[in-house]
Each structure stands twice: as C-alpha cells, then as structure tokens.
C-alpha cells in the first residue's frame, strides 16, 4: 500500500512533469547548441594596437583554420618551411616563443579554436638600419615582408598533398613542437570532423585560385594565362577577389593577361581622417574609407555574413587619426637641403601629393592642392596598366551588391580613368614605390625610367637613409631568400610618373634635396 | 555513540525506575517522562491562549507523563515563531494559563512553562512583525531560510530579560509549576551563546563567558522576580552543529562550551534547578526531532513560510525538484547520524557528571526521540539523564507512558516513525501524528480517514456543546 499518494493536483501536475522535463531538457539543448554552435568567442584585447595586432575581424568562420592544424602544417611541412615555420612567409613573430604571428587572430568557432588573418597581417611593416639590428615593427605600415603569394601557394600544395591526412595531421599535433596532447574523443574528432573539413576548404581554396596554380595547363577545356609571384609585400588585390567573392571565370578567354597580372604594394593606413573622400584604393575606385575597409576586410577572409563590424569599427577608430612615423635617424636628414627641398617639392609635387603647412602639420587640403585625391588619367601618368586593368567595370557592378541588405551596402565602387594621387605622409616607410611598387626608392623613382633599376632584389627592411627605400642590392640576405623584381613582366612596369613634370629631368643636387624634404613628411 | 539498548534488565526494573519520582530542589514530579516542548497553532491570532490548547495538554495529561513542559511560549510578540501560539507576553495571558494548570493538575502532572523567543528564528512573525528585521545578537541572516536580523543595543537586550523576568512571574502567578528557558535549537538564547552565530564584540559577544551573559541575567532577573525556590530549568544545546547545512558556515558550541554555560548558570546555587539537554543550532536540525524529512510535505506546506525569509524560494526550489529535493534528505540523514533514540544521552551524560561533581542537586532531562522503556530506563540508570522528554512519540501515542509500565514500547505498528510529518504539517495543519501507516483500516482511505479522526481529535470537547 502506497501511504504516501499524491493529491489529485500532484496528480495532475506529476502526469505533465516529463513536459516539463521535455522543456528543460530542450531548453538546456537550445542553451548548449547557442553557447558552442552558434555563438563565437573571441580574445578581447583592451589596447587597441593589440586588438590592430590580433583581434578578430571574423576571417575565421569562413576562412579559418584550426589553430592545432595551422601549427601542425609547420611540423608535417618543415623540409619545405624550414625550421623558421610561417616565418619564412614573411609573417612577423614578435618574440622567439608568440604563438601565432601578428596579422593572426582567434576564434571559437562550433567548439574548435580557429585562426586566420585579420588587418594588421598586411599592415605591418619593419625595417633595420644595420643589419644585425632587431626589426623594428612600423604599424599602419605596407607590409614589406609579407609573402602572400607563397603562403596561398604552400596551402594549395598542402590540399593537393597525398601526405596531408588525419594519421600525419595528428601525429604532427600530438608531436612536442605543437603539444596538442589530444585524447581519444579529440582524435576522432580531429579525424573525422576536423580533417575532412579543413581539407574540404583547402580543395576549394584550389579551385578558386585554378588561374594561380595551373597556368599555361589546360584543365578542363579552360586555359588560364601566365599568372607571376606577387612577391614580397604586394598582393593581387582583386583576381582572387573576383574568382573568391563571385566566382567569375578567370580563364584566358574572360581574362587578358594584363588584367590578371595586377599585383600592387600594401598601402599605409594611418591618418584615414583625412583620406576620407578623396579617391581610395591605387586607382580611387572608392571614396569611403568605411567601405575600403569592409571590402579589404574580405581579402582577409571574412565575407559579409561572418564579418565583425564591431572589431573592424574600432580598428578604423584607430587609424582614423593614426600618425604617420617619424624618420628614424633624423641625423640622417641634411636639414640644409631640406628647405630647397622644400620649395622644389611645392613646385612639382605638392600640387598632387599635399604637403606639410608652415605648422609642421601634413595638409590634406584637397582645395590648396587641386590634384590630391584626385584620379590621373592612365595615358597621362603612364604607370603600369595591369592593376587598373584588373579592376573592371563588371566588378565594380558586382561588388556593390556585396552586403545587400545592410547599412553599409557598398555603393562607392567605380571603375576609373587611370591611378590616383595620394598624399605622401610617412613615405619613407611605405618603399619601394609607385602602385605596383616597381621603384625601390625614392631617388630612383626621380629618375626618368631608363634610368630606374629595371631587375632589382625586393624584401629587404633594412632601410637605405640616403636613397629612401628598402636596399635592393640582395644585401644580407641568403640567396635563396632573395626575390627578383623584374620589371618587364606583365604588371610589374616601372614606367610613368615620368618627364619634366615629374622631376625627373632635375638636375642630381635638386633630386637629393627632394628626397632630404621627403624624409620629412 | 551507539544505540542506548540494555537487555540485561527486565522491564519491570525499567519500568519501576522510569515511574520512580524525579525530585528536583523545588519541584516533585511522579514519573521520569517529560512531555517535551510542542505546539501546533490552537491559540488566537493576537496570543491569547484558545480552547483547544486546553484539550492539547490534557490529552497528555490524561495519557500519564509526570508533567507537561508547555509548548514555546513567546515572552513578547517580537519573540514569536508562529501564529495562534499562545504568548505570555502580558498579564492579561495569567487567566489562560491558570485555567491550563488546573486541568493539568488534575491527572497530578506537573506543568512548565517554556519562556521563549525566536529571535531571527522567525518562521512566521505574522503581521505584527512584517515591517520589522527580527532581534538577535548579529545582523546577519538565518542562514536557512534567509530570515533577516537586526543586532540587539543593550538597551533591547535590557528590555527582552525584563520580558522573560516578568513571563516567569506571570507563570508563577499563574499557578504553574515552573519554568524553563528554552536556549537551545537555535533560538534567541542559542543565538546569543552559539560561537557560530554570535558575531558581537561588545560584553554580550566574543569569549563563552560574555556570550552567556544574556542569559545570566535572564537567570538573575527571573530569580529576582520568583525567587529561589521556584523551579527553574534551562534547555540547551549539548553541541551546535551549526554547519549541518552549509559545511562552511563556523560550527558553533562544542560541549566544553557548554559546560562552562552549564557552570555559570549555576550561579552558586542561586541559579536554576536543572537542564534540558538538546542539540542543533537551528529548528529544525537534522538531530532535533532526530528522524526523516518529508519533502512532499515540505512541498505541500512549507508555502506559508515564502514571504519570511530571503532563501525560503531557493528552499522551496530545492524542496520541489525530484533531484535536490532526494540530496536534501539524504543531507538531513546524513548529518543525522545512525541514532535516533537517545541521540543527545551522550552529550547529557557529559554535562551530567561534570555538574553533579559541583553540585548534585542539579538534574538533567534529556531529549530525543525517546519511546522504549528500556532505553530511558537505560540512559537513567547510566547516568546520562534523571529524565527523559518526549515529543513526537507522544503525538503518536498520547498514552505512550502507559504503554511503558506494561512494555518496551508500542506495537511496531503504531511507533512513532520519527517521519516528521508532523512538524512540517504544523505550519498549516493542527499538530498530530501525519503518518498513514501507524493507523487502521485496509485501504488508505480508511487509514486516512482514521488519521483524520485522531487529528482533529484535539478540537474535541468543542468549546460550545
């Protein structure tokens, strides 16, 4: 006999307890499924070059790998990185033992802590007097070591690599050089999960970029151009913008060969305030920084539906004001011809560049310099075509549909006659030059172009105080390290910005004493 | 502390020893069984005594124990645990009293009257009390049911000791046999001498000395008021076992503590008459009553008790829930212990053979789920106690002493099972034996209806016939 029974309310109320167990339980599945599968976590940095340095922009869901996987591909390709690991891409470790480069940031995506790229990887620069000097790292600077073109060459060879599988990727993690010490439920994880999925997303990488790695192949019926290295600091801004975003054909009958060899220096990004409405991009094809800085967030990794506003609003809080660097030996300024400098710089430069006022202070006014800002007509500047060639008309249309749908739907881009002028602050950190960066540096750059180095070395930091510019002379580097610039492949012209106009038929002593002014900015 | 059994006396022995007299200095009492401190809200809402409490103490009366220590009776409205308890607050409450007495006195019972003040133990102040933080030594919260508490100043301590003073006066006047203080189960007298609860630093806080100073001078007011040969007891913890809830609140009083209470309220003879030993620091505490909880009954009426306290809805979450209402009572087991019957005989016979070596004269009553013969004849005859009180067995079965002169005990059938159904019943119900199983019938509708009948048999005869 039951001698403690229910009263008929107990009853009823115990008759719908498993509905209300079937509610917990759902509600607490709800909570698990939000808490690992749907919502993302980050590291919050509370200083903001930090946060410049390694906070997320929201590559990673879409784009990222797994930080376990990204390390092991270190170990499991070390014959081809060498012991230096991403280092040999030219990705800045602040210390001996940081963890991940700057330019790399984290994401708790669905459980798995994932990296991938965010603004600063381009960003960055570094350079050395001497060559025993430590780097010294200029932020907002073009990056001048990054080697992009190999780092998405070394994962397409990674995807296409028998050897890449779930029995070496986990050895490679649970090796000490990487200490994922991963236990029996991680392992299946990693094997069935983690693997399939990273190699999935670096088989599509391949098919993206089929124009970068099989060129002059035909492949299917479709043949793509002769495709050439970036090389160090430059990117393709907007190939593999086309071929990533939008899928557009990239084989030789959509595409010519000068518009897919349109490779182009990193930019600076300091001092955004004043940038803000004049023409943006090599060939000022948007006036809005806020929409330059979502559509180079994309060639980071993120897309419109992953991307972090949030994290990208403070990074352009940041540069909106930045400064530009000061010259590092200011001894190394012949403050005699500074001033004669100076008047030659307002007679031939300043009217397209800007300058500094009498207060010391760059002046972006775009009404007292009537060119700053503005486009220069292809034919007149002469530069390289290859960048303005890759942008087209039919993508310009295509990305203002990115982000429909948002506030900030772009709705800038056009395609334009020609390269624009950009106001010249900090040039001295932002060698080698011209767009395409054909020129080491500035002397050369006052040269007319017969006189310019036509086959030069390029990645150097360590700085030339005289000339301006990174040393292209191959200096202190091993051999192998070195980077031809060769300025008679397609895109790679060290043309234009040349004739009486442009300095170049100065007399020696009028060119050096541009350049002292020059340090100055 | 093992089981208090010893089966190397006959019954008769334990029976001509447990209704052999019990003489106190000023008191004589027929048998060794003390009917121990229970209520059961009869009484009018404002305190004053109802014509139900009268049929409550006659039953016990009638059923044979030597005498009756009242139920908590509060010495001022403040001091309240529940509504309708019958208060001694006034002088206005003597009739009542008086009238309890006579019928008591009649079964030649002695009758006591327990002088007591919940302090922050409040579990139901009623509307007098809404708007107020209850009293006691320390501001902090009743850790149970979050029941907010305000420190006394001394001048509110002066005033409670000239309550209790002018309550044993009343129950002198009154006719009634004696008094008792109730300081222990966590009440304002425990919360001023526990260590694990006393948080003061002026002469009522600190070292066991200053924290028995509060009831030393209740001791002395109540002397000054009844004299030196009206009886005069003290209910106290053996040990607190404050932290039987939380494993981090302090522990409280050990036994050393208490004995030096013990000593102190002694008072060189001009003290009081004897002690009731107890133990927990709280009410209720899983050893006092020493048994099982009833969650489902805790569901069902400890409702009454949401708006007192600040942790009473987390209580009743824990209550409710299948999961943490089963930790609860394995908690509340566990903390227990194995021993029921006789749970606090050690602690007694401590304190027992350490006062009788200052003075012999002083006895000892002991309580704790006593209801075999052998066993309070056992914890007699050992020396732990010169008596024993009994609460919960005696709602089962009012005539338990009865029961006692001719066996052990009670059919197994109709033992108190120690459920504490009863307990939780009386913050709703009247107080009565709740558990099913201990009554007749076939099916549980005729156990329940005869369950029923014995309940309500309290309210029998009506008041109007």
Redesign the interface.
């Known amino acids: 006999m039951n001698y403690d029974p229910p009263t008929p309310a107990e009853r009823v109320l115990r008759r719908y307890r498993w509905l209300r167990y079937v509610v917990v339980l759902l509600l607490l599945l709800l909570a698990v499924y939000y808490l690992v599968f749907v919502n993302q976590y980050v590291v919050a940095y509370r200083d903001d070059l930090d946060h410049f340095k390694y906070g997320s922009i929201g590559s990673e869901p879409s784009n990222g790998l797994p930080i376990l996987v990204f390390k092991a591909l270190a170990v499991m390709y070390r014959n081809e990185l060498g012991p230096t690991g991403y280092r040999r891409f030219g990705m800045l470790y602040e210390t001996e033992q940081s963890e991940l480069p700057i330019g790399m940031s984290r994401r708790i995506v669905t459980g798995v802590e994932r990296v991938w790229l965010n603004c600063s990887v381009c960003h960055v620069g570094t350079y050395r007097i001497n060559l025993t000097d430590k780097p010294t790292f200029i932020y907002g600077a073009p990056s001048n070591n990054l080697r992009l073109y190999d780092l998405l060459k070394f994962f397409l060879k990674v995807a296409a690599d028998p050897k890449f599988n779930a029995d070496n990727l986990i050895a490679a993690i649970d090796s000490p050089a990487v200490g994922g010490h991963l236990n029996f439920i991680n392992r299946l994880i990693y094997r069935y999960i983690v693997f399939p999925r990273v190699q999935q997303g670096l088989m599509q990488l391949s098919e993206q970029f089929a124009f970068l790695g099989q060129q002059n192949e035909d492949t299917g019926g479709r043949h793509y151009g002769p495709y050439y290295d970036w090389g160090p600091g430059r990117v393709d801004t907007f190939n593999p913008y086309k071929a990533i975003q939008f899928n557009f054909p990239m084989d030789a009958k959509h595409v010519t060969e000068t518009e897919l060899n349109g490779a182009a220096d990193f930019p600076s990004i300091w001092e955004q305030h004043p940038r803000d409405g004049m023409n943006l991009h090599w060939d000022g094809n948007n006036s809005s920084v806020d929409e330059r800085n979502l559509s180079a967030a994309l060639g980071a990794g993120v897309t419109p539906v992953t991307v972090d506003i949030a994290a990208i609003k403070r990074i352009r809080a940041w540069i909106w004001d930045l400064p530009p660097p000061a010259f590092p030996i200011p001894s190394a300024i012949d403050q005699s011809e500074v001033i004669r400098g100076r008047q030659l710089f307002a007679e031939y430069c300043a009217g397209c560049h800007g300058m500094k006022d009498a207060t010391g202070q760059y002046d972006y006014d775009t009404n007292r310099f009537s060119g700053l800002g503005q486009v220069e007509a292809l034919d007149k500047i002469g530069t390289d075509p290859g960048r303005w060639q890759s942008y087209t008309q039919n993508f310009a249309a295509a990305q203002n549909t990115l982000y429909v749908g948002y506030p900030w739907r772009f709705s800038h881009f056009r395609k334009t006659v020609g390269y624009a002028n950009q106001p010249l602050d900090g040039i001295w950190a932002r060698s080698p030059y011209l767009h395409n960066g054909s020129v080491p540096t500035l002397r050369d750059l006052l040269e007319p172009v017969r006189n310019r180095p036509a086959k030069w070395y390029r990645g150097s930091d360590i700085l030339d105080t005289g000339k301006v510019g990174y040393r292209y002379d191959g200096y202190g580097s091993a051999l192998e390290d070195l980077f031809v610039y060769d300025t008679s492949i397609p895109g790679n012209s060290n043309g234009g910005h040349d004739g009486k106009a442009y300095g170049t038929e100065l007399p020696p002593a009028d060119k050096d004493a541009l350049v002292e002014y020059m340090k100055t900015l | 502390m093992a089981r208090i059994t010893d089966e190397t006396f006959l019954h008769q022995d334990n029976a001509a020893l447990i209704f052999s007299p019990l003489k106190f200095r000023h008191l004589e009492v027929k048998n060794r069984l003390f009917r121990s401190n229970l209520s059961g809200m009869f009484d009018e809402y404002n305190g004053y005594g109802g014509h139900t409490r009268l049929n409550w103490e006659e039953k016990f009366a009638r059923g044979g124990v030597g005498c009756i220590i009242s139920s908590y009776t509060p010495v001022a409205v403040r001091g309240r645990i529940l509504i309708r308890y019958a208060m001694i607050d006034d002088d206005d409450k003597i009739p009542f009293w008086r009238e309890i007495g006579k019928r008591v006195h009649g079964y030649d019972c002695r009758f006591i009257m327990q002088l007591s003040h919940s302090g922050r133990q409040q579990d139901m102040g009623g509307v007098e009390n809404m708007f107020k933080k209850a009293q006691s030594s320390t501001s902090q919260k009743d850790y149970f049911h979050g029941i907010l508490a305000q420190a006394m100043t001394v001048t509110e301590i002066r005033e409670v000791v000239e309550q209790f003073a002018q309550g044993a006066r009343r129950a002198k006047e009154a006719g009634l046999d004696g008094v008792e203080l109730h300081g222990a189960n966590g009440y304002l007298i425990t919360q001023f001498l526990s260590s694990g609860i006393n948080d003061r630093t002026d002469d009522y806080g600190g070292p066991v000395e200053n924290r028995a100073r509060f009831v030393l001078e209740i001791v002395r007011a109540i002397r000054r008021e009844v004299g030196p040969d009206f009886h005069l007891q003290m209910k106290i913890n053996g040990v607190d076992h404050n932290d039987w809830l939380y494993p981090w609140k302090k522990k409280g009083n050990t036994l050393e503590d208490t004995l030096t209470i013990c000593k102190m309220l002694l008072d060189d003879g001009k003290g009081v008459d004897a002690f009731h030993i107890s133990s927990g620091s709280t009410f209720p505490h899983p050893r006092n009553p020493p048994g099982d909880i009833?969650t489902?009954a805790l569901v069902?009426w400890y409702g009454g008790m949401l708006a007192s306290g600040v942790r009473t809805r987390f209580n009743y979450a824990i209550f409710s829930n299948p999961v943490t209402g089963r930790l609860f009572r394995w908690l509340w087991r566990w903390r227990r212990g194995k021993v029921i019957e006789g749970i606090n005989a050690g602690y007694s016979k401590y304190l027992r053979d350490e006062i009788s070596k200052i003075d012999p004269s002083i006895k000892f009553l002991c309580t704790g789920g006593f209801q075999h013969a052998a066993n309070i004849a056992g914890v007699i005859r050992d020396g732990s106690c010169d008596g024993v009180s009994i609460a919960r067995p005696l709602i089962a079965n009012n005539d338990l002493p009865q029961i006692l002169r001719t066996a052990n005990g009670p059919i197994r059938q109709k033992e108190c099972t120690y459920c504490n159904k009863c307990l939780v019943n009386d913050l709703a119900n009247p107080l009565g034996c709740y558990?099913?199983?201990r009554y007749d019938g076939d099916?549980?509708d005729e156990?329940w209806e005869n369950l029923i009948k014995s309940v309500m048999s309290v309210f029998q005869p009506p008041l109007f016939r």
């Open positions: 009833s489902r069902r558990e099913v199983s099916t549980f156990k």
